[in-house]
């Protein structure tokens, strides 16, 4: 059993809500995930119950402390991170309005139409680093005000995901700048809501939260909070921050130069930045990060560990560690290129490096030599191409990585690991800590309670490598040989996909 003092970062997620607990160097003493509800009550309409987040965390923060046997006092901070772009109404008492409409949700296209019709895309991109999409948060508001007028002027403010548990477990309603500045409404360079976004869409500047830093103290423990959840009453809350950039502080990611790499379904490239540069080509967002000071780009690359997931559900019924195993032995015997098989993991349409709505997933160059390993190596060779391709992207933009830091569930193959050191160059590391997101926000909980005295220090003491996968110089020149073969064959079947679709 180790020994107090505690950090606890609770990560609440789509699906399900983490609490976890950390000791000061980052170990991890133990964790508790309950899950919560997704309503579709429309095709295209993806609803949470912040009621809902609330009963999660609290549930897992105290099963949490019976299964450790950890008291509350041993905690002496506490953090949350959360999925972004979801809003929740609260009126004066702090009572919801509705349900929160999340990021899955497709419902406000019309209301960012609207919001373009207003504000140039160039305007909203040079003002908050983002995009024009709807995912974001502006358009969600603007939705309620149009179609739930009865419920828009009983707004007293708007909140965020984890700004709601925060709520809960605090009394405070406030934001911190990371969850802030995926809103587009937020001046990024000048770190205040924006007037003229605000004016133009009609959304009030007074029902948006009051933004702190995500390592400042936000709130302490309530005693309601406190009978709920077993924590101590008075223990600091700091303010916490969005999923994306809690995973990368968790993964040891904070200064220029490094590169996060969080995979999953998709694959999320999260690179910070001294100082905002808004991309005018449109395919990274530029947002705050939670440690002090630093921006960061965020890209995403589509159906990466899905492809994989899709081509194994193909190949057998069984889906175990060890068919993975299995098949990661046999790939490891494929030479390099997959003589002459590649795969383009397009499933859903293709996002970063060359986003294209209309692209799919393609195999090319099947010859009938080709076995079960090839095409296992061929998915593991295409995702690693396509993240050699954000690299260029970002330095084509002026940004130079030199270290890449990989969480999530692809690290899990070690081949995997390989191939994307030799294909990309570089050296990869794997951090020990795989929840990334709630040892970052843990790690946000430990300067705002004053544990660690900066978050250089935070992270030298928290965040240790597991292992570190060096490229093959000789086989990253070949890998660079057949990325140029591979580029040209997609230009000609980028057009396949144009006459098509």
Avoid at 69 to 76: F, L, M, P, S
Avoid at 118 to 146: C, N, V
Wanted: proline share 5%; hydrophobic share 40%; charged share 25%.
């Amino acid at each position: 059993m180790y020994k107090p003092p505690y950090l606890l970062g609770i990560d609440s997620g789509t699906s399900a809500c983490k609490a976890v607990l950390f000791t000061l160097d980052g170990k991890i003493v133990g964790k508790a995930s309950v899950q919560h509800k997704i309503y579709y009550p429309q095709a295209d309409w993806a609803e949470q119950d912040p009621e809902d987040w609330w009963r999660a965390a609290s549930q897992a923060i105290k099963t949490l402390l019976k299964e450790t046997g950890v008291k509350g006092e041993d905690i002496i901070g506490v953090s949350v991170d959360s999925q972004r772009e979801a809003v929740v109404p609260l009126d004066k008492e702090g009572k919801v309005l509705y349900r929160s409409i999340i990021w899955l949700d497709n419902r406000t296209i019309p209301q960012q139409r609207k919001i373009e019709s207003i504000l140039s895309r160039e305007r909203i991109l040079e003002m908050t680093g983002l995009p024009s999409d709807y995912i974001f948060s502006a358009s969600k508001i603007l939705w309620i005000k149009e179609n739930l007028p009865e419920v828009f002027n009983r707004v007293h403010v708007i909140l965020f995901p984890k700004d709601y548990i925060i709520f809960k477990l605090t009394g405070a309603k406030a934001t911190d700048y990371s969850m802030a500045s995926r809103t587009m409404l937020l001046d990024l360079r000048k770190g205040k809501w924006s007037e003229e976004i605000c004016e133009a869409i009609g959304v009030p500047v007074d029902i948006l939260p009051e933004i702190k830093g995500s390592w400042e103290v936000i709130g302490e423990v309530s005693r309601e909070a406190s009978e709920e959840t077993g924590l101590k009453s008075g223990t600091p809350v700091a303010a916490g921050g969005g999923d994306r950039p809690c995973e990368a502080l968790g993964a040891g990611v904070f200064k220029e130069g490094s590169v996060c790499i969080g995979t999953g379904t998709g694959t999320a490239f999260e690179v910070p930045l001294s100082e905002p540069r808004p991309d005018k080509s449109y395919r990274f967002d530029c947002c705050y990060h939670v440690a002090p000071n630093m921006y960061e780009y965020e890209g995403v690359v589509n159906s990466t560990g899905a492809s994989l997931q899709w081509l194994i559900e193909l190949l057998s019924k069984e889906t175990s560690p060890d068919f993975y195993a299995l098949l990661e032995e046999e790939a490891s015997k494929v030479s390099p290129g997959c003589d002459g098989l590649v795969f383009y993991p397009y499933l859903w349409g293709a996002r970063l490096p060359k986003p294209n709505p209309k692209a799919r997933g393609v195999f090319l160059g099947i010859l009938r030599s080709h076995t079960r390993a090839h095409l296992f190596r061929a998915v593991l060779e295409g995702v690693a191409y396509q993240y050699l391709g954000v690299l260029k992207a970002l330095r084509e933009m002026k940004v130079e990585v030199s270290e890449v830091f990989m969480v999530g569930g692809e690290t899990r193959l070690r081949l995997w690991n390989k191939i994307k050191a030799d294909v990309t160059g570089l050296k990869i590391k794997i951090p020990e800590v795989t929840d990334a997101a709630a040892l970052g926000s843990a790690i946000l909980a430990g300067l705002a309670c004053g544990a660690y005295s900066s978050v250089e220090k935070a992270v030298e003491e928290a965040v240790r490598i597991k292992e570190i996968y060096e490229p093959d110089l000789e086989l990253h020149e070949k890998y660079l040989e057949l990325y140029e073969k591979y580029e040209k064959a997609y230009q000609v079947v980028e057009k396949v996909f144009s006459a098509i679709y």
